[in-house]
């Protein structure tokens, strides 16, 4: 059974562009200390379905995080589509470093 997560942050190629591409993915344990991971190792489990992410943005329901595949073939993290915002994985804040 896979392990559900949430996702709280993300650091991108180029912060400033909405469309480049995740580097990594975080978000807090139930002891409060930080996780950070590649979106390769965020992909690879849940694929191999040792977790499962979402993302919540204030009051709205969790949404899921998926993999998607681009046109040329790439692997990335994207949420389920919902009826709020299109982008809640890039809305989120830039992870701390350290």
């Not at 996702?7 to 990594?24: G, S």
Request: glycine share 8%; charged share 20%; proline share 5%.
């Amino acid at each position: 059974m896979s392990s559900r997560h949430m996702m709280e942050c993300i650091n991108k190629a180029d912060r400033q562009n909405p469309h480049e591409r995740i580097l990594e993915v975080g978000g807090r344990n139930p002891n409060g200390t930080r996780w950070l991971l590649s979106q390769a190792e965020a992909i690879s489990g849940i694929k191999s379905g040792k977790w499962c992410f979402y993302v919540q943005l204030g009051r709205l329901p969790p949404v899921d995080v998926v993999v998607a595949r681009s046109r040329y073939g790439h692997e990335y993290l994207r949420t389920a589509s919902d009826s709020e915002f299109s982008n809640n994985l890039l809305a989120l804040s830039e992870c701390p470093i350290g």
